[in-house]
């Protein structure tokens, strides 16, 4: 196969480097409806994630005077700078963007970060993300279409587990449309979809310990088909689950976010 684009994507062409998760978006329509739901304002901050030959990033462009990105592939730079060069101001941070600290990026504001993911550290960059939650009005991802559904899924769904209740503590989680093999280049195996997720306010939220959270989240569907009480043994006590209200005998999955963080937030019994 060749690497050569429809002839409506935007960008330039390079071959795609599959240990960077790389699959560039070549069809027009789907570009377009991202940067509809992006629907930039004049003084956002802008920062897109992994912008690749640019097929998300020029289109941003032309609609909004600057852009910041963040590219690991040192390969992309120069040809991603020529290509933004007449359409306005594009910053490139060329880090890994798990290194990249994103709160300089907001200023004294708040960044909206946009990306086609590289699917292989989707996870890891979406609670990288988290960890900046307050400096993030929303984000705007195309993720593998799986990832979205776990992201968004109800309590009692079975893809409801530690990434839905994680990512919905702290943001308002809307899967937005799908997105076939097709549109990309190459295509990968399976289809995607792109998803918004808007920080809640960090004061709102409730998490009294964002580590202790964590812990019980991971322990609860460690083991998902186990009760609540034999999944978290030695985790949370009979007494805790007592002061949070949550019976012991059911299931992670049937939990509701404030329930985990109920659970999270009864303080430990003082040791004697
Ligand atoms: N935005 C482009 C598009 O839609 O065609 C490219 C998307 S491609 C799925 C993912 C992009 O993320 C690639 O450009 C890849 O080089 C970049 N990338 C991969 N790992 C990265 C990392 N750790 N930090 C920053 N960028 C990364």
Redesign the pocket.
């Known amino acids: 196969m060749t690497s050569s684009h429809s002839p409506s994507a935007p960008?330039f062409t390079a071959p795609a480097?599959k240990q960077?998760?790389?699959?560039?978006?070549a069809d027009r329509s789907y570009i377009d409806k991202i940067v509809l739901a992006v629907n930039p304002k004049d003084d956002d901050r802008l920062v897109?994630?992994?912008?690749?030959?640019?097929?998300?990033?020029l289109p941003l462009l032309r609609r909004h005077p600057r852009l910041t990105v963040?590219?690991?592939?040192r390969d992309?730079i120069a040809p991603l700078t020529a290509a933004a060069e007449p359409l306005g101001e594009l910053t490139i941070v060329h880090?890994?963007?798990?290194q990249v600290d994103f709160t300089p990026l907001a200023g004294d504001g708040q960044i909206r970060l946009v990306?086609?993911?590289?699917?292989n550290?989707s996870s890891p960059i979406l609670f990288h993300a988290m960890e900046h939650a307050a400096v993030i009005r929303d984000m705007h991802f195309?993720l593998q279409k799986e990832v979205v559904d776990r992201m968004a899924a109800d309590p009692g769904s079975k893809v409801y587990g530690r990434l839905s209740v994680m990512l919905q503590a702290w943001c308002k989680v809307t899967s937005l449309f799908v997105v076939p093999p097709g549109a990309?280049r190459p295509p990968p195996k399976v289809d995607s979809a792109v998803v918004r997720l808007v920080p809640r306010d960090p004061a709102t939220v409730g998490i009294l310990d964002r580590k202790r959270f964590a812990e019980v989240v991971r322990s609860a569907f460690g083991q998902r088909r186990k009760t609540l009480r034999n999944a978290l043994n030695g985790v949370v006590t009979t007494e805790q689950f007592e002061a949070a209200g949550v019976r012991s005998d059911a299931r992670a999955e049937q939990l509701e976010v404030a329930q985990f963080i109920a659970l999270a937030n009864v303080p430990r019994a003082e040791s004697a």
Request: net charge negative; charged share 15%; proline share 6%.
């Open positions: 960008g480097k960077l998760g790389q699959h560039f978006l897109e994630i992994g912008p690749g030959q640019g097929a998300i990033t963040i590219e690991f592939d992309l880090r890994d963007v798990l990306g086609n993911l590289p699917y550290i195309m990309f």
